[in-house]
């Protein structure tokens, strides 16, 4: 089962993430995400649902779109198809600063350890691990800098700042 860091502790992800390209009528039992295509589905299955129900974004798509039924998910996804793609970093700012989104955001894909400390600065609350990342390793980036010169999702004091606190 997939590794996840949440709240600086590492669990299992007991999610599954079905595919883009869902034709099913009906979703499987247990946490699922679904791709933001079949947030219609999704919501209507929300409440009846035997588990939690989340959507996911893919790197190119548009959370302004669905914007008005992203709060009635607890979770939302945000696919990182390579370690080189660097858009839901943006997806997981625009989702927390623009749209006010309040729930759990996750990164899956391709997540590396040296990603991490900056899914957290841009608004990323629980991070789902690559299957060869070492999830202790992946505990100690949370904490790889303890100063910040930009602002950011994550609202931590500019370094710039505590210098004027003194």
């Known amino acids: 089962m997939p590794k996840l860091l949440k709240d600086q502790q590492i669990s ?9 390209d869902l034709e099913e009528a009906s979703l499987p039992d247990g946490n699922v995400l679904v791709h933001v295509s079949s ?19 893919d790197s190119a798509d548009e959370p302004e779109t669905v914007a008005s039924a992203l709060n009635q998910f607890e979770v939302i996804a945000v696919n990182f198809p390579k370690f080189m793609d660097g858009r839901g ?4 700012r625009l989702l927390r600063e623009r ?6 955001i996750r990164a899956i894909g391709d997540i590396l350890v040296d990603q ?5 600065r841009c608004g990323f609350s629980s991070l789902r691990l690559r299957e060869d990342q070492n999830p202790e390793y992946a505990l100690a980036a949370l904490t790889t800098f303890s100063t910040d010169y930009q602002t950011a999702a994550d609202k931590l004091t500019q370094v710039y700042r505590l ?3 003194l």
């Open 99 to 104: 749209l006010d989104y309040r729930g759990d």
């Open 89 to 92: 970093y943006s997806l997981a």
């Open 12 to 20: 299992n992800d007991d999610f599954q993430i079905l595919p883009q």
């Open 116 to 120: 991490i400390y900056y899914l957290k």
């Open 39 to 57: 947030i219609d589905r999704a919501s209507k299955a929300n409440g009846r649902h035997n588990g939690q129900i989340g959507i996911w974004f």
């Open 163 to 165: 210098r004027h606190q």
